[in-house]
Nanobody, 118 residues
Framework: VQLQASGGGLVQRGGSLRLSCAAS????????VAWFRQALGKERDLVAT????????YHVNSVKGRFTISRDNAKNTVYLQMNSLKPEDTAVYYC????????????WGQGTQVTVSS
């Protein structure tokens, strides 16, 4: 499956953005999809996962209650709604996918830059 991430941009502290990850090539209803982020000079961190059975998981404590991952299987799209953004959320955000047979993330989007100004 091929992934295309979009929706990044420049926003002020406290603002909101919605990232989209559109899949093509095959339906991804059977895939888990995740959002990662990588700040400049830091490692890539797993932020949130939407499993193939629709369970949402958040892996960074600082985003809990502010970020929401959701999916629309009919549109082959996963979203990351980000509210109350903080400067420390500034990063390149990537989406990734894996099917139920894989233990690693096998498909990656190209990344979208999110910049939060103070």
């Amino acid at each position: 499956v091929q992934l295309q991430a979009s929706g990044g941009g420049l926003v002020q502290r406290g603002g909101s953005l919605r990232l989209s990850c559109a899949a093509s090539g095959r339906t991804f209803s059977g895939y888990s999809v995740a959002w990662f982020r990588q700040a400049l000079g830091k490692e890539r961190d797993l932020v949130a996962t939407s499993t193939s059975i629709g369970v949402s998981l958040y892996h960074v404590n600082s985003v809990k209650g502010r970020f929401t991952i959701s999916r629309d299987n009919a549109k082959n799209t996963v979203y990351l709604q980000m509210n109350s953004l903080k400067p420390e959320d500034t990063a390149v955000y990537y989406c990734a996918a894996r099917d139920f047979t894989s233990s690693s993330w096998t498909s990656w989007g190209q990344g979208t830059q999110v910049t939060v100004s103070s």
